[in-house]
């Protein structure tokens, strides 16, 4: 039999935790507007467990979560079991055994779910096969857009805890950027995510990016062996790890006197983003965010080499809804509401000559927006 332990009362809440028990009701409620009886949730080691945690705040590596009308369970192995018994708000934990299936169709078949919701976008479909064979009463149900659209929105300790990756994340490059002549993209990228670890961190919130010279022509450039010296433009995409929550944001800097072209493309840049910054606001579409920033690019001439999207959300997952995108997927061009994330990230990107993105992450108030992020945009040299 799998070993079964109870959460416990609920807890005392500070203000501006986050309320796990609140976010269960929502998520039930959702179900309910989209005739669910159940909800499956799979996070083993190789799959991002952002959803899992949301729902319970259990940050393991290996879980599985069903919810029903009138019961929540996290399964999970033994090198867990302890920590989610003392962590998961509202949820009977259950140590799975392995094969980790057969218990999970136990609880599943237990709660009489007959019609439950999966994600139909994330999970294996080796492992969706698995499922149906050994789960042969239910009947599943893409939802994919319910954990979206439950997450779109964040709470007030969602938005301390970016705030604070932000915050840390931030005084460690101003401590560092002027260090940055004569160290080499990988040195810089890697003193950059060791300082935000001694600041408080947890980790990096991504692989930093750093890119000097004509290598800033590469938006996701790996840091390299190319030794940042005089006349250079670099670009450093960088953010934090604070309980769970990611925060996002790029620098563009020169080192000395930078080539004229690459200060133009920079202004542009900077305007371009200072544009997007001020379409932020409750009612605008995430496309019309985009649409801001492309405007002044492609008319300098430049549209071009403005190839991505001008800002997403951030949260557990670095990069999700909303998006600001040129083209937007169908049905995901998110009207903007109070307290979403997004990024604006406007860039040029010229090929053997070098490139600028500046990017601020935001949250959306009652009449605009909060910059997030606290580096200052504006050009500087060091």
């Known amino acids: 039999m799998p070993r079964r332990l109870e959460s416990g009362r609920p807890r005392e809440r500070k203000e501006g935790t986050i309320d796990m028990r609140e976010r269960l009701r929502r998520l039930r409620e959702a179900m309910r507007e989209r005739g669910l009886d159940g909800l499956v949730l799979a996070a083993p080691e190789h799959m991002s467990n952002a959803q899992v945690r949301y729902l319970t705040g259990f940050s393991g590596s290996s879980s599985y979560l069903v919810v029903s009308a009138d019961g929540a369970w996290l399964l999970t192995d033994f090198r867990y079991v302890e920590a989610a018994g003392a962590g998961a708000d509202g949820y009977e934990v259950v140590q799975h055994g392995r094969p980790y299936l057969s218990t999970l169709a136990d609880v599943v078949a237990n709660a009489g779910i007959r019609r439950a919701g999966f994600e139909d976008e994330r999970l294996p479909v080796a492992m969706f096969r698995q499922w149906r064979e050994h789960m042969p009463q239910v009947e599943w149900v893409g939802a994919q857009e319910l954990m979206q659209e439950l997450r779109l929105v964040k709470d007030a300790g969602e938005i301390a805890a970016i705030r604070r990756a932000a915050h840390l994340a931030g005084q460690a490059l101003e401590e560092l950027l002027p260090t940055a002549p004569g160290r080499t993209e990988r040195a810089l990228a ?132 909303p998006f600001a995108a040129r083209e937007p997927e169908e049905g995901k061009d998110d009207v903007l509401r109070p307290g979403m994330t997004i990024t604006v990230e406007p860039g040029i990107y010229l090929p053997g000559v070098g490139g600028a993105r500046v990017e601020d992450t935001l949250v959306v108030t009652e009449d605009g927006s909060e910059r997030l992020t606290v580096v200052p945009k504006a050009w500087r040299t060091v």
Do not use: K, N, W
């Open 190 to 321: 890697v003193a950059l995510e060791h300082r935000m670890r001694e600041l408080g961190l947890d980790a990096p919130g991504f692989d930093t990016i750093v890119a000097s010279g004509e290598r800033g022509s590469l938006p996701h450039a790996r840091p390299g062996e190319r030794v940042i010296g005089p006349g250079d433009m670099v670009t450093v995409d960088f953010g934090g790890l604070s309980d769970g929550y990611r925060s996002d944001e790029t620098v563009t800097f020169g080192v000395g006197q930078v080539p004229a072209r690459l200060r133009e493309i920079f202004d542009l840049v900077h305007e371009a983003q200072a544009a997007g910054i001020a379409s932020v606001r409750p009612g605008v579409r995430a496309s019309e965010v985009d649409r801001a920033c492309r405007r002044i690019i492609e008319a300098a001439g430049y549209g071009d080499r403005f190839g991505h999207g001008a800002g997403h959300g951030v949260g557990l997952d670095i990069h999700e809804r």
